[in-house]
């Protein structure tokens, strides 16, 4: 065997030493200007890779489709999901005994030796021996299980199932929000397509008026304060108008961020015509509500895969007070040139036990059962929250209804009043400054009318989101927008048949605990 000579050993330590000493010695680096121009590039390429053109007016379902497709924080969402079947899959390994295999060499500057005393006389018995060689290699490969790993491996594997459901929950979350705010953006949006051009056209009119007032002022044709006070009057009608198109304006900004369009695309979107506007129907009891909510809540489902998580762990915390059982086998090698079998087979079996644990026990099963009552507690209040919410949302939806039917007949009357001024105003019977007015009356009044459809539909989808049921189709390619977009306008429509069957399902559960009892 080759022996190493005592200077590569001493070289060996330095080299050592040194090394340690330069891993010490780290100081923080920041990035260079480069390296961030560089990651800006990546950050645009990638976020470029996530962009679907638009080929043509964007429906609301389509609006939707993208927002799923797209929206970062449904990502992220999808991405935590990933990340909790991936660790269900690692804790799966945690059942399986260790396979260990190892390689050691071992080596001295002079042989091992010793010599026997006997301990009656006290008299050298023999001269000094050795019984291993100066560099010894032993290899050696084996298996070890520890029975208890193994069961608390296992509760470890049904919380990590557990915590999985509870991912595609807090998912249902932020697809359920999400498609809120994509549907009470895209009406606003509508009504600023709609009227834009129209907003435009009445705010150069009042331009136009005020210039015009200023000169009859300047030009003493009118009393200053006559001349003042129509002023006035144009400036608050502009301002409103002004406000209006400012506020659906931003509503188009804030639909392309949920659709992740690039900032500053230009798009079109779908605009019904308004005698098109329904007006949805609920044919559905709120006790049925409640209890619809009650059981397909995600936040209510979540709390209940964590009280099931926090029994498992009292489990799990009870089995690691019991001693740890280790088996053992395996196969060892060595060179040593003394050994009379150079090959064997060792198997063993080892109990162990932290006594310590047993007086943990009454501790850990207050802490268990303290989290078990915030549960409860949290439950409880989640319950309340939720059906409160169905209330409010029944509310919303009737006083929504009802606000939609009165700006339906506002705009309505509003027309027909801008159509007498304008038959008026070709007859110079009725000043400029009072068909303006009417204009911009009527331009209010629209907004207001798609305003309330707007919130119409929100309030509408809102209840549904209060019973926790789901608008969003499974086993769909969500990267075909065309194809997702349609089946959520089914989905969406299929909501009321949906939510029926969820009702008889949950009568005849009802039905059945009653007979048991």
Known sequence: MCIPSPLFLNRLVIIMVVLIMTGCAITPEAFTDEELQLQVKQDKENLSQRYVPVTGPISLYEAMARALNHNLDLQLEASEKILAETELELTK??????FVTSLDYAGRSNRSGASSQSLITGIESLESSTSSDRYVATSQFGLTWNILDFGVSYIRAKQAA???LIAEEQKRKVVNR?????????????????????????????????EQSRKIEADRLETPLTALTYQRELMDVKRTLQEIQRELSLTKIQLAALMNLPPGTDYELEIPARNKLDVPELNINVETMEELSLLNRSELREIGYQQRINSKETKAALLELLPGIDLSIGRTHSDNSFLFNKDWTNYGAAVSWNLVNVFKLSSTNHVYQSREDVLKARRMAMSMAVLTQVHVSLAQFIHSRNEFQTWSEYYDTQTRILDQVNAAAQTNSISQQNVIQEEMRTLVAEVRYDVA?????????????????DSIPNNIDINNIKLYSEEL???????????????MKLSSVLIDSKLQN
């Not at 390994?93 to 260790?98: F, G, H, I, N, S």
């Not at 994509?182 to 008026?209: F, I, M, P």
């Open 93 to 98: 390994y945690d059942q399986l005994p260790e």
């Open 162 to 164: 557990d915590e999985i």
């Open 178 to 210: 999400l498609m809120q705010d994509v549907r009470g953006l895209y009406w606003r949006a509508v009504s600023h397509d709609r009227l834009n051009a129209k907003l435009t056209s009445v705010l150069e009119r009042v331009s136009q008026a005020l």
């Open 453 to 469: 459809h707007a919130d119409l539909q929100n309030a509408y989808a809102d209840i549904y989101a209060a019973m926790g049921v």
């Open 489 to 503: 306008r089914k989905s969406f429509e299929g909501l009321p048949e949906r939510t029926n069957s969820l009702t």
